[in-house]
DNA sequence: AATTACGTCAACCGCCACCAC
DNA sequence: AGTGGTGGCGGTTGACGTAAT
C-alpha cells in the first residue's frame, strides 16, 4: 500500500511490448505472470501479459476465420456446456476462449435477432449456416449461461445436436480439413526460443537474468517489425 | 467526399477458485 | 481454519475498420 505504484499501462500493446513479453515468457515459462510483469520491467500488470500472452502471442494460435468446421463444434460444445468459453476453446486446437466469446456474440447475437423476427412473424428465414446441424440451442441459450447440463427443456436440442454430429465427428472433419488446406500456425510472431521447462528450475538465476532483450539479435525481431 | 451505422476484436474489470503460508 | 496473493474465467467496453448512405 504504501508501495508507490508505478502508473501501469493500459490499453493496446506495442511491439516492442510484444517481443519483451515473448522474451520472458520464453525464459520463464507461461505461468508466473505477476513475476513476469515485474521482471520484464513491461508495465502491464501480470494479468494484462498473461491475456496478451493466451490470445495473441502464444505460438500454437491459428489465425483467421472461423472455419465451419469450428463453428460446428462451437455450436456443439455450446450446446452441451453454456457459456463456459475457456471449456469450449479447449476443445478448438488454435483458437482462444476471448475469440469464440467473440465470435458467438457477433455471430449469435445475429442469429438471435433473426430468430427474434422469425417469432414475432416476420418472414425471414436465413438457416445459421448451410452446414449448421443445430441452431436450436444456441438460440435458445443465446447469451445466457444455459448450457444443455441439466436442463431438461433443451434436452430435445442436445440429443438432436449428438444424434446429427458427434464430437468425434467433428473431430474427424477438423483433422481432415486441416491436412487438406494445410493450414499454417500463423501467430503473429514466429518464435524460434525452445519453450523449455528446465528453465523453470533456475530460480536462483532468476533475478540475474532481469535484462533488457537483446531486440537486435532477434531474428524474429527484425523480420517481424520489417513487415 | 463526408458522415453515419455496423461489425470485429483486443483488452480491461470484477469475481471466484486455488494454493501457500 | 483463516488470510492474502495469484491466476483463470466470463462479461463488458471501446477503438478501429469497413460498408452503407
Redesign the pocket.
Do not use: C, Q
Given at each position: 500500500m504504501m508501495e508507490k505504484e508505478e502508473a501501469?499501462?493500459?490499453?493496446?500493446?506495442t511491439e516492442e511490448e510484444d517481443v519483451q513479453l515473448v522474451f520472458y515468457v520464453n525464459l520463464f515459462g507461461?505461468?508466473?505472470?505477476?513475476?513476469?510483469?515485474k521482471v520484464s520491467g513491461l508495465k502491464?500488470?501480470?494479468?494484462?501479459c498473461?491475456?496478451?500472452w493466451?490470445?495473441?502471442l502464444h505460438p500454437g494460435l491459428k489465425r483467421g476465420?472461423i472455419t465451419p468446421h469450428e463453428e460446428r463444434l462451437v455450436l456443439q460444445l455450446h450446446s452441451k456446456?453454456?457459456?463456459?468459453?475457456?471449456?469450449?476453446?479447449?476443445k478448438i486446437p488454435g483458437r482462444?476462449?476471448?475469440?469464440i466469446?467473440?465470435?458467438w456474440?457477433?455471430?449469435m447475437r445475429?442469429k438471435a435477432q433473426e430468430q427474434k423476427k422469425k417469432a414475432t412473424g416476420i418472414p425471414h428465414a436465413s438457416s445459421f449456416s448451410s452446414s449448421s446441424s443445430s441452431s436450436c440451442s444456441s438460440i435458445a441459450s443465446f447469451?445466457?449461461?444455459g448450457g444443455m447440463e441439466g436442463q431438461n427443456n433443451n434436452n430435445k436440442c442436445k440429443a438432436a445436436a449428438e444424434e446429427v454430429y458427434s464430437i468425434d465427428e467433428i473431430w474427424k472433419d477438423i483433422e481432415l480439413s486441416e491436412e487438406s488446406s494445410n493450414f499454417p500456425i500463423t501467430s503473429p510472431l514466429v518464435w524460434d526460443f525452445p519453450t523449455n521447462d528446465s528453465l523453470w528450475s533456475h530460480d536462483d538465476h532468476e533475478s540475474k537474468m532481469l535484462m533488457t532483450p537483446p531486440y537486435d539479435s532477434f531474428p524474429f525481431y527484425n523480420h517481424h517489425m520489417s513487415g
Open positions: 501501469m499501462r493500459k490499453g493496446p500493446w507461461d505461468r508466473r505472470w505477476d513475476f513476469i510483469a502491464r500488470t501480470g494479468k494484462s498473461r491475456l496478451r493466451v490470445n495473441y476465420k456446456w453454456g457459456n463456459r468459453w475457456s471449456r469450449i476453446a479447449r482462444t476462449d476471448n475469440e466469446k467473440n465470435y456474440r457477433t455471430h445475429k447469451y445466457d449461461t
